[in-house]
């Protein structure tokens, strides 16, 4: 399979010149384009490696005798708008160029590889099929999944081992929202090859595997009771730079944005002692000890002081940094940024993570 970025290229030669972008924006050096406003990147779906991908998604449906396709935008990040049976689609993932950009500046491109592209729009298909059958009205729906109007709140505790939720999307997002419940448990269901009955054998969760199959069952054949043409934050109404884009997303995700902790690390650790031993292999080989004495200052779980500690390292190893410190010395400081950085973000006996 090609990747992600070089099937956009493709589809994008093969576009009429009257249809492909008419600026050249994406040969800008990156310091140029972030000045570029977002809707004069004149973006659309069906002249993008996201057409197929969608394309995709409907013909699951179809194979489940689902009729109604959700349609799709461009907007600035994965989304349905609340109880609106319409999905949106991050604009980046609409060129390569794009990707590298939000690469770049994230870290990471959500959605940039053909695998997590198909996952998100089959979660964000569990939402847009929730709105537009009007599931969560249903008696049945609330004593399976909780409350609809549960509050979303930016964080979220989770049991990483909970047997009464699937697990697709990364941080066990099904434990975010009854909203979120149901769309990873739909996103199960319906992606090919899941094996769901074999994996969540014995498992509570399968009583809402087995609703979501029996009222897909029901609705199979029929047209949705609610449809919708709006579309909040789409790109093509976007008036802000992506410079001012990048600022406002690193500032919302606060500790979940992947480069949080590059200050911290930086301080610790040097970036020009190549023949020093890498921060990476450093945290990697004192992982238990750390894990260890943090556990035993906050009281907080190992495994999520686990998951802070892969963070750190995946994070020294990105920026390629070396411990030039006595090793005594940076243990102490590692330990005790992990320690307080456990003791401002987690609870107790669950996970916490930024929804």
Same mark, same amino acid.
Not at 231 to 238: D, E, I
Not at 326 to 336: K, M
């Given at each position: 399979? +090609?990747?992600? $970025?070089?099937?956009?290229? =493709?589809?994008?030669? *093969?576009? *009429?010149?009257? !249809?492909a972008v008419a600026s050249d924006w994406f040969n800008l050096p990156d !310091? $140029? +384009? +972030?000045q570029k406003r977002i809707r004069d990147l004149r973006l659309r779906i069906e002249h993008s490696a996201l057409k197929p991908h969608i394309g995709q998604l409907y013909d699951e449906l179809d194979a489940r005798g689902i009729t109604f396709h959700p349609p799709c935008y461009l907007a600035d990040e994965w989304l349905c708008p609340d109880r609106e049976p319409i999905m949106g689609i991050p604009f980046y993932l609409a060129h390569p160029r794009l990707i590298k950009l939000e690469q770049k500046m994230m870290f990471e491109a959500e959605g940039g590889t053909p695998e997590t592209c198909m996952q998100l729009l089959r979660h964000e298909c569990g939402h847009a099929m929730n709105y537009a059958y009007r599931l969560f009205k249903r008696t049945r729906w609330r004593e399976i999944f909780g409350h609809f109007n549960e509050p979303y709140r930016r964080t979220y505790s989770y049991q990483?081992?909970?047997? =009464?939720? &699937? &697990?697709h999307l990364p941080d066990n997002y099904a434990q975010s929202h009854p909203d979120e419940d149901f769309a990873e448990t739909f996103a199960v269901w319906l992606t090919p090859g899941s094996d769901w009955r074999s994996r969540y054998e014995g498992w509570p969760v399968m009583a809402k595997l087995h609703y979501v199959e029996h009222v897909m069952q029901h609705i199979r054949g029929t047209e949705p009771v609610y449809t919708s043409s709006i579309?909040?934050?789409?790109?093509? =109404?976007?008036t802000s730079t992506l410079a001012a884009y990048y600022e406002r997303k690193r500032r919302e995700l606060g500790t979940g944005f992947p480069g949080y902790y590059d200050g911290v690390l930086q301080t610790i650790f040097s970036n020009d002692a190549a023949d020093h031993e890498s921060a990476a292999r450093f945290i990697r080989r004192h992982r238990k000890i750390i894990m260890d004495a943090v556990a035993q200052w906050t009281g907080h779980r190992k495994y999520d002081i686990y998951l802070l500690i892969k963070k750190l390292g995946s994070r020294a190893e990105a920026l390629r940094l070396y411990r030039v410190d006595? !090793?005594? &010395?940076?243990? $102490?400081? +590692?330990?005790?940024i992990a320690a307080a950085v456990c003791s401002r973000t987690f609870k107790s006996d669950v996970g916490t993570v930024q929804g």
């Open positions: 399979m +090609l990747p992600f $970025a070089d099937m956009i290229h =493709r589809i994008m030669a *093969k576009s *009429k010149p009257s !249809e !310091e $140029a +384009l +972030l990483p081992y909970s047997k =009464r939720y &699937v &697990v579309t909040p934050w789409a790109a093509h =109404r976007m006595s !090793e005594a &010395v940076a243990l $102490a400081q +590692l330990t005790g």
